[in-house]
């Protein structure tokens, strides 16, 4: 049972006063339509991008090593000039191939540990700069040949919390699979109460199934401990094609974003897919409490991204087994 409608409450906490047992939940399969969860990705993926592409969390470009990532098979690196500006670009050194990940940044120039090839983030030897943005939480690169769409001059990044009054963690994950399964595990919110009981209850999905054509609505309460949770509702969307994004619009946190990121990696050693997942939580709160859950952040970031771990440690479950049955032309949607 639903402990009612979220908002307009002194306190976040509600107590379940009928708590229904996992297996005698009201089903959700008839509602979570294999067609409807097909268009919801065939809209993100008609979305534009712009070639941007989340390589990682802002807060991973130290002083003194690079952000590396591989993207669709290509090797990127990223860095913090001297300046403040990025740099970006492949991470195949051009003289010899030496891997640059493993390569030292001193006073904002990265140095190649083979052979002393210095790189300030313009052409040189060879070695051609990609774009690169930082947002605050995430940095993206643009690789123009991977993406093929006409590009952008800044990825599309979703609205947030203002950074200074909120709390920001990213959590990093990868699976077997491409991205279209990550964004399809997303926009199927039906699974929640089913798939994650020791996270979420008393979840519904809005009858019409979609905001207006571009979301789905959700009422849903997060587990805290026994039968104390906390409802809230929340909408999905996806606002370009690798992205998902649950914003909390009524409850605690309003205004709070989840944001999930696909980036295809490339193919592993058996010539299957693979994806990073880098889901960055934007929280914020209009309670005088959260101002001392801001200054704990350093203690309570690992927390967020442990439990982001366990909800993704299932959903690339799911993920995963939807590009193994859509890859034999096995997946009923």
Known sequence: MNPGPPGGRRFPLSLRRRPVPWERQRPTWREARPAVIAEAVKRARARPSGNWYVVGAARDLGAGRPLARTVAGREVVVWRRADGRLAAGPGSCPHLGAPLRDSPVRCGTLVCHWHGLALDGEPFAGWEPY???????????????????????????????????????????????????????????????????????????AEDADAGGDGFTVEVSFRVAGRLVVPVRAVFTAPEPRTVVMR?????????????????????????????VIEAVVAASDRPGFTVARRAAPLLRPLVRAAAGRLWRDDLAYAERRWQLRSTGRFPG
């Open 131 to 205: 774009p690169a943005y930082d947002d605050g939480v995430l940095v993206w690169v643009r690789l123009d040949e991977v993406g093929g769409e006409p590009p952008l001059d800044a990825p599309v990044v979703p609205p947030r919390p203002a950074l200074a009054g909120s709390l920001s963690a990213v959590y990093v994950g990868a699976g077997g699979c491409e991205p279209e399964d990550v964004v399809a595990n997303r926009l199927d919110p039906w699974h929640g109460a089913w798939f994650h009981p020791y996270s979420f209850v008393d979840l519904t999905v």
């Open 248 to 276: 909390i619009v009524a409850g605690e946190g309003r205004g709070s974003v989840v944001e999930t990121h696909a980036t295809p990696l490339g193919e592993d050693e058996r010539g299957r897919p693979r994806t990073a």
